[in-house]
Each structure stands twice: as C-alpha cells, then as structure tokens.
C-alpha cells in the first residue's frame, strides 16, 4: 500500500491506450473481411467527439441516469489500479485486493444497470436484465480464476500473482495455467459484451445485451461510458497477458512482451468475432458454465498436483 | 458494578416504558413517544456499558438468588454479549422513530398502544438474550422475544392471511424453543446446573456433544431463518408493519447468531465437523435465499428472502472461522470471525434501510406488488435514495459498509484456502465461487428491485399518486445510510469493537497479531481505496458538469427505437428482469407459470405469471406440521367434552401421583 507516488505511472499505459485495443479488433475483422475498416484511431477519435457533445436526456430519468456514467468510470478506473502493467507494479496493492478488483468492477455494471432502468424503455430493461444475469453466471468462475491464480503464487494481492510468476515454477503447471487462461478468456468474451455472448455491431435492439443499455446517454456520459467499456477490456485482457507472461528480464523487453501480448489478445478477440456467429441467449449460461468447469478443473490439477 | 447496574437499566427502562405505554391507553401518539424516549434512553445507558467493556477488555457478570426453581439471577457482559447488546440498542432507535411516522396514520387505539408496549418488550427482551448467564434466563427472555415479535406481526390482525402467516412464525418459533429447551436439559442433567458457568465447564462426550449441535443448530437456526427452518421468515416479515419488519429482520434474527456464537463459546473446542455443518448450512441459505429473493414480485417478501441469504453468509463466515481454528490458522480464522460478526451489524443496518424505505414506498403506493410500482425516486427522493444506498451496501458493493465485512470474509476463505492443508482446503476453495455467485445474484436482485420500484415510470396509478413520507420517517432512513456509508469508510473502527468477540470465538486470548495475509494493514488499504472511489467520483462528476458548461443540454422522450406511442406497461417488469437468471434453473426450482397466449389474427387478451413456491414450505414445513396434525389427532379422543370423564381424569392423576410418592 505504502507505495511511491511514481507507481501510479503504473496506470498510465491503461489510460493511454486502452482505445487502441477497440482500434485493434476493429481493424483485424476489417482486415478478416477484406475491407479496409476504419483507422485505428478511431475510438480516441470517438471519444473527443462525444466529450465536445451537448447531451439529450429523457424526461423519466432522473439523477440516477445522470451519475451512472461517472461512477461506473470512477469504479473501472480505481480497478485498474490494482493491475501490473509489465515490468510497472500497480500503485494500490495489498493482500485481498483481488476481492476489491472484483467488487469494483460489479459496482460498474451496477451502476449502468440502474442508469439503464432509469430510463424505463423497455429496450434498456431487456439489456440490463441481461447483463446482470449472465456477469452473475460469469462470476463464480472468476473467483475460480482468481483462486486458481492466488492458489499458484500463495498471495492475495493481484500486484504479486500477477507479476511475481517466475516461469520456471509455472512452466511445472501448464495444464492448470492452460485450462486457467481459457477460462478467463471465456469470461472476457462475456464481461466485455464481444461475439459469441453479444455482439457490439449489431443493429437490432433486441437481439443486444450491453449496448441496448446505453442507448440513451449522449455526449460526455455516453464517452465516459466507452472510455469505460474500453479500459475493461484492457484490465480483462491485462489479467490474461500478466498470468502468462514470465518476470523478469530488462524492463524495456518486459514491457515490450506485456504490450505485444495486449496487442495479441486484441487480435485473437477479433478473429474470434469473424470466425463465430453469436450464441443464442439461452446458450450463454452455459459457455460461462464451462469456463466454471474449465477453471474448476485448473484447480483440480493443481491440487492434486500438491503445492509446488 | 457501575457497568451491569447500566447495562440492566436499558431492559428495565424498556419495560418500564412497555408499562406506560400501554397505560397510555387510546393515546397512541403518546405511547409512541413514550417508546422513542425508552429506547433512547436504554440505547444510551446499554451502549455506554458496552463501551466500556469492549474498551477495556475487562468483563463483569453478576449473580443472585433467584426464588425459581434450578435458576439463578445471573447476568454478565463479555465481548460478544457487549457487542450485540450495542447492535441492538442502536438500532431501536430508528426503528421506533420511523415506526412513530409509519404508524400515525391508524391514529390513537388501544391496539396500536399495545404495539408500542410489545415494541418495547421485544427490544427489551433481547438485551436479556444476551446478558442472560443462565439456561432459565434465557429461555424465559427467549420466549419473551417471541411472543413479543408474534404480536407485533399480527398488528394488522383484520387481514386473514396476516393471521395465518403470525400463526406459521408462532409456530416456527415455539419448535425452535422446543429444540432449545431439549439442549439446555439435556446439557444442564450433565452439568448439574443450568448456569453458563457449569455448563461451560461440563465435560461432553462427543455424542453428547454433537447432539447439543445439532440441538442448538435447529433452535437458533430457526430463529435466524438458516434454511432449511427458513419458512416463517418469508410469511412473518412481510405481514408486519415496517419498523418492525426492519427490527426482526435486521436485529431479531441475529439472535439466533448470537445464539451459536454463544453455544460454541460454552462447549469448549468445536470438531471441525461443526465448521463443515455451519458452512454447508449457510451455503445452502446463501444460495437458496437469493435464487427465491429473485423470484418475488412482492418487496417485503424480497428482502425477508435477503436476509436468509445474508444470514447464510454470516454462518458461513462463522463455519469458516471455526474451521481454521481447528486446523490452526488463528489469523485466517480472525478474519473469517471478525467478518461474520461484521456483517452482523452491517446487515442489521443496511436490512432496516431497506425495510424502512420499501416500507415507506409500499404504505405510500398501497401495495407491495412490485409489478404495480415503479418511477417512485422522482416521487419520494429522499425514500428512493435511501433504497438505491441500501441496494448498494447489501450486494457489498464499496465503499458501503457490506463490502468491508464480505471483503473479511472472503479474505477467510481466500486465505484458508491458501495455507490450509488437505480437506479444509479444498472445502474453503469450493466455497469461494459459491460466495461470488450469491454476490452476483445478489446484484441482480437489487437491481430489479431497485430499478422496477424506483426508476422508470409508474406502473399504476397508485405509485404515480406516491408523495414523499414525513420526516419521523425520512430522517431514520438517512441517519442508517450515513451509518453504512460511515462503517464502510471507517472499518477498522468498526473491526474493533467485534475483535474482542472474535478473538474469543477463534480460541485466543489476550492481544493477538493480526498478521498477513488479513493484516489491518490491508483493512486499512480497503479503506483508502474507498475514499479513492469517493474522491474519483466527486472528479469525474464534476468532469462532467464541465464539459456540459455552455453546451446544449435538452430532454426529450426515452428513444423508442422509433415507436413513438410508448406507455408505461411497456417496461421491462419484475418477473422478466428475473427471467433469464431464473429460466436456466427452471428444472430446480420448479416455477408454476400460468399464460394465457395470444390467439387468432387480432387477439384479445394476453396474460402471463409465474409463482416460485419455496420447496422448504411444501415439502418440509407443510408435511410435518400435518404429521404434528395428525398425531395430535391420535389423542382425539380424550377430549370428550363431558364432565363426568374429565373429573375422571382428575382422579385418575391423584391416584397416580399418591401412588408414585408412596412408592419411591
């Protein structure tokens, strides 16, 4: 906790370049598809826009609609916090921060759930009681993930599991570490609304879960609410690169590996989405059930396996 | 001396109070200010001793003849009891001053006096429950608390099904006494005494042992609604008026904890057998609890399903810790005791802010049916604030106080999980994505409920009519959200006054180190990281305001996706905010839907229901009261109704007594 100022720098790669991973899975389905697709800058161009914006809002809503875009950034932003960035230790770490990380981000998604309600349309209702079904399916297997990964390191602090793993003690656990890893990339698929839970560029409201939700912010809420959405992902994807990613080694290559391997998950996320149609909504619960098994399994073997 | 003489002054101030009101007659305003100034006045007396106690570490009890037979006048004060005796007392207060706004629509009536005087009983009794160091004591303050509460719930005594559902909890209560009264005998014959003194130093076999367990898991569990002896609490709660709602649900049923606690307390070292029943137990409220919260289209009835998920929580949080007692992990077990007493107070807390602002929105709407409501922030901001609060702490959301006490527990399980060896391990690993899952249910239960009742437009005419309620009410429903938010972002003050408690449960004594991996170091790192949450709000909030300076702002109507006729029946509702989290578990909870499909080219009418019936009701409760029934029936025909056989049966006992004397 008793950490110096500069480790806040920590979150700054997550700030910066978060909408570039956005950029990223666009451009790679582009380039899928053989089209030229936008310019990877986009989403920061996006975002300026709507910060620029006046702002429409319904006459039902009420304070709630309001705050709920800043509170759900202020919740991803503290998240993020708690994160390693390669070679960077994250500014905010102690012992259980693992519990706060996922409680932050239930805070966010209550947050545009309740702006979501707020509006009364029966669109944005359909998305929230969604949304809050299946980040309920997704959790359990979360917290197995995170079991899994404190199990590994015999810490509770997400700064050590996530930067401290030494690759010869988990080279011992590939299985586990595997099986882990396709775990929480199934949960990211999930939390972060992509294809084959939801799709992001769909154009019919009934068939959407995350972006039916915010289909009445406008201006600087609905930025606040992509800029969000965005660093998620980023903290999703960060989770997946750090758990896999050796210490180690001269900062400069350790950060180039930790950027490289964002940049990877961005365009594995966007294969995923031009190779897989959509799952039918009654068949989600049961892609998150098996990354609760996939993640059950991971902590099978490494029990069984003994603590290293 | 000073301490037990005023800590007995708050239940004697209380039934002195519980007196005049009743003289108060049809003067019901006045006995509800009569009610108000006894709790005060207990709350101040009560939580000064407690105080003084959790502050010094040093314990009284005090003991004197007593004319009853096998009993002693013993009362004490120890770091469990001083806590809870605090938790009580401070949260009477609120409760009887919302009950005074909440109740001044019957106007004056003997019946509503009376209920004053019940009110105070209750409080009353409860203080006895936990300054009680003898088997007799309790046991009398014990059914004292149940009677009180049946009349409190059967206030609205005109409605048929009020009096049914009173009837089920005077029932519930009374099998849970029975048990109750089965493990003090049965403990006491061995003992030689019912003193908590003797008891505690009774050696038990183990199969004594372990039948006193699960003895006092059936009679405390009863009380604290542990599934599966849940099914009163889900018909009582909402039968009563909301203050009391909030007092039983938020402070009654933790007797029932308080009762465990104190049980594992005086049977010396539990086996880690108890742990595993205590986590298995909680586990199944935990989940049970909020799959049937989900459910429900009623708001009292929601929230009286919560709190059999949050008591599960609590007794998985105690199951855990005494599972790393056993298995040697004092800090892991600190954590996972201190979460669980934690969550004592806070679910006490944020429970009576939800029932005071649900209640506050079902008296102002005329009903309870969420499917009726909705759109009522607008209406009552301040009831719609409170609930929203509320909604946040309970699902452990921070920086609310429920987080802290979840963040505890799960650093027990967590941690346990961790360094444990073996079975305890496993078990405690397990048990992490069962926590998370009820914590994500949880949110999705509060959302609906939040959002349907609250946001949105109104759904009838009554909730578009609602206005804000008096300030008797608003004010207690502000004071308990500032309490969760200060629990929350003042933890480790809170922590302390259950670490006593905690300490004794996890088998320590004196000052132990709160190491890693739960240090207070890390306690104090979650509440920075609160603040942090606090202050990155306020930023973007006003981020915010300054990028919309001098920008067009304007409102329109909720975007339709181009239908431009919407009404407010169009919303999403309760039972299909529910539906995609309920529908994949169809096969177990076994839902009777009733629809009525559209038919033809232009169909008329429409409808659809679903109705999730609670297994525990049908399928435990239901058939063993028709076994009671029917065994009951078996002495049938000893009542004859004549005279001549009953005075038979007179000198038939005479002669049987006679005969027993002479012959031993």
Known sequence: MTAPWWTALAVLPSLLLSPLLLGVIGKTKALVAGRKGAPLLQPYLDLIRLLGKGAVYSRTSTWVFRAAPAVSLAAILLAGFMLPAGPLSPPLAFPGDLVLFAYLLALSRFAVIAGAMDTGSAFEGMGASREAAFSAFAEPAFFLVLGVLAWEEKSLSLGVILGGADVLSWSAQIPPLALAAAALFLILLAENSRIPVDDPATHLELTMIHEVMVLDHSGPDLAFILYGSALKLWLFSAVLVSMLMPAGGPPWASMALFLGGMAGVAVLVGLVESVMARLRLVRVPQLLGLAAVLAGLAALLLMAGGAP | ?664
Request: net charge positive; with cysteine; glycine share 10%.
């Open chain 2, 1 to 664: 001396m000073n301490g037990a003489a005023l800590a007995l002054a708050a239940p004697a101030s209380l039934l002195l109070g519980a007196l005049l009101s009743l003289a108060c007659g049809r003067r019901s305003g006045a006995a509800a200010w009569v009610a108000l100034v006894a709790a005060s006045f207990a709350a101040v007396a009560g939580i000064t001793s407690a105080m003084a106690v959790l502050s010094s570490g040093a314990t009284w009890s005090l003991t004197s003849a007593w004319s009853l037979p096998w009993a002693t006048f013993s009362v004490g004060m120890d770091g469990l009891s001083a806590y809870f005796l605090a938790f009580i007392l401070a949260l009477a207060v609120p409760a009887a001053a919302y009950g005074k706004g909440y109740l001044a629509h019957e106007g004056g009536s003997v019946w509503t006096s009376a209920s004053w005087a019940f009110f105070q009983l209750l409080v009353a009794s409860m203080a006895v429950v936990v300054l009680a160091r003898d088997g007799v004591l309790f046991l009398m303050a014990w059914e004292g608390m149940s009677v009180a509460s049946f009349f409190l719930v059967i206030h609205d005594h005109r409605r048929r099904e009020v009096r049914s559902d009173a009837l089920v909890y005077l029932v519930a209560t009374h099998l849970g006494a029975a048990a109750l009264m089965a493990m003090f005998g049965l403990w006491g014959r061995g003992a030689g005494s019912l003193a908590f003194a003797a008891l505690q130093g009774a050696p038990l076999s183990r199969t004594v042992a372990w039948v006193l367990f699960l003895l006092a898991l059936a009679g405390f569990g009863s009380k604290a609604g542990l599934a599966p002896f849940h099914v009163w609490l889900p018909k009582a709660h909402p039968a009563a008026p909301s203050h009391v709602s909030a007092l039983m649900s938020g402070v009654m049923i933790k007797m029932g904890i308080y009762g465990l606690m104190r049980f594992i307390l005086l049977a010396g070292v539990p086996p880690a057998g108890w742990g595993y029943a205590l986590l298995g137990m909680g586990a199944l409220s935990a989940v049970g609890g909020v799959l049937y919260a989900l459910a429900q289209h009623d708001l009292k009835r929601l929230l009286a399903y919560h709190s059999v998920e949050n008591v599960g929580i609590i007794t998985m949080g105690l199951g855990a810790g005494l599972l790393a007692r056993t298995a040697g992990m004092e800090t892991v077990a600190l954590a996972a005791l201190c979460g669980a007493l934690l969550h004592v107070l806070n679910h006490g807390l944020f429970k009576s802010l939800l029932f005071y602002s649900g209640g506050a929105a079902a008296q102002a709407a005329g009903t309870r049916d969420m499917e009726r409501l909705g759109g009522l922030l607008r209406r009552m901001p301040v009831t719609g604030a409170a609930f929203l609060a509320g909604a946040a702490a309970i699902c452990a959301l921070p920086p609310f106080n429920g987080f802290v006490s979840e963040w505890l527990i799960y650093s027990g399980l967590f941690g346990g999980a961790l360094r444990g060896a073996g079975t305890v391990s496993a078990v405690l690993f397990v048990t992490l994505p069962v926590l998370a899952l009820v914590g994500g249910l949880a949110l999705a239960c509060f959302a609906k409920a939040s959002g349907v009742v609250f946001l949105g437009e109104p759904r009838s005419e009554e909730a578009a009519r609602c206005k804000e309620v008096s300030p008797w009410m608003t004010v207690p429903m502000a004071a308990t959200a500032l309490a969760c938010a200060f629990v929350g972002l003042a933890a480790p003050w809170a922590v302390r006054l259950v670490a006593p408690a905690a300490r004794a449960l996890a088998g320590l004594s004196g000052a132990a180190a709160w190491g890693s991996p739960v240090g207070t170091g890390a306690l104090s790192a979650v509440v920075i990281a609160g603040w942090m949450l606090v202050i990155l709000m306020g930023v973007l909030l006003g981020l915010r305001r300054l990028l919309l300076r001098g920008k067009a702002v304007s409102e329109a109507p909720t975007w339709g996706c181009g239908y431009a006729a919407p009404t407010a029946r169009m919303q999403y509702t309760a039972s299909s905010f529910a539906q995609p989290l309920l529908a994949p578990l169809a096969r177990l909870m076994r839902p009777s839907l009733r629809k009525k499909r559209p038919k033809g080219i232009f169909p008329e009418r429409a409808s659809f229901s679903s109705h999730y019936d609670d297994p525990a009701d049908g399928r435990i409760f239901d058939p063993s009261v028709r076994l009671l029934e029917r065994l009951a029936g078996a002495l049938r025909p000893l009542q004859q109704g004549r005279l001549q056989v009953y005075l038979l049966y007179v000198l038939l006992t005479l002669v049987a007594l006679l005969a027993w004397e002479v012959l031993t």
